[in-house]
């Protein structure tokens, strides 16, 4: 499904706005544009998957300045630059700011199709990142100190009996905390436990030493 994904267009030339919205209309994807960056900073608010693609010489905020302005404000959208003057310094300067890429005009209609197809998907995978964060933040906030300290020894590959060695505790007291670290994350294996400890970006809270 597309219509769930927005394509905003940026640009001072109206024919160029109108051709690419006809564009992504015939292929599904919903395009919004605006005449300047400065209009699109006042109207662009972040209701999903999404990309941009601007123009780089424009009246008032060029789209080198926009990609800043975006940055500045903590905005995170894939971005797509395209000019009529394209040269080496201005698709290096793009790249550098993050631009996830540089096309110039005029442009093949697939081209174009195929870096905001991409530039979806990029967005998609940072969103989709996201959310694995905050759910394993959730899931983590269950466990209780030892049992977080439990959960970093298994990860590290630890056998019970090193951590118990390591927390003084007994073998059997790490045992019922490994389990109950297993159900709070709902892990059904020890290679669960390393996948989710890998991919989880919340540092811990907790005393690991």
């Known amino acids: 499904m597309t219509e769930d994904r927005i394509v905003y267009v940026v640009d001072d030339d109206a024919a160029v706005r109108d051709s690419l919205v006809w564009l992504l209309g015939s292929v599904g994807l919903r395009a919004i544009s605006f005449a300047s960056a ?3 900073l006042e109207g662009y608010s972040d209701t999903g998957i999404s990309c941009l693609v601007s123009d780089v010489r424009m009246p008032g905020m060029s789209g080198l300045e926009l990609q800043k302005a975006l940055n500045t404000r903590g905005i995170e959208i894939p971005f797509i630059l395209m000019t009529a003057f394209g040269d080496v310094s201005t698709a290096v300067k793009a790249m550098k700011a993050g631009a996830v890429d540089f096309i110039e005009k005029p442009f093949n209609n697939q081209n174009m199709l195929d870096l905001i197809n991409t530039a979806l998907q990029t967005d998609a995978a940072r969103r989709k990142n996201i959310e694995a964060e905050v759910e394993n933040a959730e ?11 439990v959960f ?3 990860a590290a590959g630890l056998s019970n009996r090193e951590i118990g060695s390591e927390m003084d505790i007994s073998v059997k007291t790490v045992e019922v ?9 709902e892990a059904n294996s020890v290679a669960e436990l390393v996948r989710f400890h890998l991919h989880s970006a919340t540092p811990s809270q907790f005393e690991v030493g």
Do not use: Y
């Open 38 to 40: 400065a209009e699109f």
């Open 177 to 185: 905390h490994r389990a109950r670290v297993m159900r709070k994350l």
């Open 139 to 149: 899931l983590l906030a269950r466990l209780t100190p030892q049992e977080h300290r």
């Open 152 to 154: 970093e020894r298994v």
